[in-house]
């Protein structure tokens, strides 16, 4: 009776992993949206245990961004708009998807920096084609930004320490 179980239950495992392997070839970005779904429900039950935390790191470009670190990367290539905090940016499979829930009133943590921090500013855009422009009246000290999974958005997150 048990090898029946375990030989129906090792089935089904390779079926779904066949579904799986088929729909990732098959519809890439639609597999890749439903991941990022369920990483930002683990993202948001995990939020409600502890502050979360973000790590910034070192100044630079998409080379520092590749390095794929676990930190958001000061981008140098949005100093040169007036009217747009500094940007640091992180992928969203690097710890970057941390910020695709966040809403106005988010509280966080900056590791190294004392303090409490909180969201009050959300300002969407598109991957590609967008210039820094569209930035242009962000509010906060800083902003944080990530990709959306399967999707051509950014979300860019204003920042300020909680005053206290």
Same mark, same amino acid.
Request: with cysteine; proline share 3%; glycine share 12%.
């Given at each position: 009776?048990? *090898?029946?179980?375990?030989?129906?239950?090792?089935?089904?495992?390779?079926?779904?992993?066949?579904?799986?392997? +088929?729909? @990732?070839?098959?519809?890439? !970005?639609?597999?890749?949206?439903?991941?990022? $779904?369920?990483?930002?429900?683990? *993202?948001?039950?995990?939020?409600?245990?502890?502050?979360?935390?973000?790590?910034?790191?070192?100044?630079?470009? $998409?080379?520092?961004?590749?390095?794929?670190?676990? @930190?958001?990367?000061?981008?140098? @290539?949005?100093?040169?708009?007036?009217?747009?905090?500094?940007?640091?940016? +992180?992928? *969203? *499979?690097?710890?970057?998807?941390?910020?695709?829930? =966040?809403?106005?009133?988010?509280?966080?943590?900056?590791?190294? $920096?004392?303090?409490?921090?909180?969201?009050?500013?959300?300002?969407? !855009?598109?991957?590609? =084609?967008? !210039? !820094?422009?569209?930035?242009?009246?962000?509010?906060?000290?800083? +902003?944080?930004?990530?990709?959306?999974?399967?999707?051509?958005?950014?979300?860019?997150?204003?920042?300020?320490?909680? +005053?206290?």
């Amino acid at each position: 009776m048990g *090898n029946v179980v375990l030989g129906v239950l090792g089935t089904t495992l390779v079926l779904a992993g066949a579904v799986i392997l +088929a729909m @990732s070839l098959l519809v890439p !970005t639609t597999v890749e949206r439903g991941y990022g $779904q369920v990483k930002a429900a683990v *993202n948001d039950v995990a939020a409600e245990v502890q502050l979360p935390a973000v790590r910034l790191g070192v100044e630079g470009g $998409q080379e520092e961004l590749d390095v794929c670190d676990g @930190s958001f990367i000061e981008m140098t @290539s949005y100093r040169n708009t007036v009217g747009v905090p500094a940007v640091y940016a +992180a992928h *969203n *499979n690097c710890g970057g998807d941390i910020v695709l829930n =966040w809403v106005v009133g988010t509280q966080f943590e900056v590791e190294g $920096q004392p303090g409490t921090f909180e969201v009050v500013d959300v300002r969407h !855009t598109a991957k590609h =084609w967008e !210039t !820094t422009e569209s930035l242009i009246g962000l509010q906060g000290d800083f +902003a944080l930004q990530s990709c959306f999974y399967g999707e051509d958005r950014m979300q860019f997150v204003g920042i300020r320490p909680v +005053a206290g």
